[in-house]
């Protein structure tokens, strides 16, 4: 929450791949420790790899993001259709 707060509170000031980088050591962290992921982690990660241009990684995690909360299958799918194109 924290970094999505300070993405459009302070834009500008940390760029989409420090962002990645961020969420990937997140990432690492949760999956050593065993822990589930928030819902929405998976779909920001995606929106900042898209932004990088790293289509195939946003539509991966994307996908893992319908995976893990189906609830938010209709606006992943949508997102990955616009990455596709």
Do not use: C, V, W
């Not at 420090?18 to 990432?27: A, F, M, P, S």
């Not at 050593?32 to 790293?54: D, E, I, M």
């Amino acid at each position: 929450e924290n970094q999505i707060y300070a993405m459009y509170a302070d834009s500008g000031k940390t760029s989409p791949q420090e962002q990645i980088l961020t969420l990937e050591g997140d990432l690492e962290k949760a999956r050593a420790a065993n822990r589930p992921l928030p819902p929405g982690f998976q779909a920001h990660l995606g929106y900042l790899y898209f932004q990088t241009g790293r289509l195939d990684q946003a539509i991966a995690a994307f996908e893992t993001e319908k995976l893990l909360f189906p609830e938010s299958r209709p606006y992943m799918d949508r997102l990955i259709s616009q990455a596709r194109r």
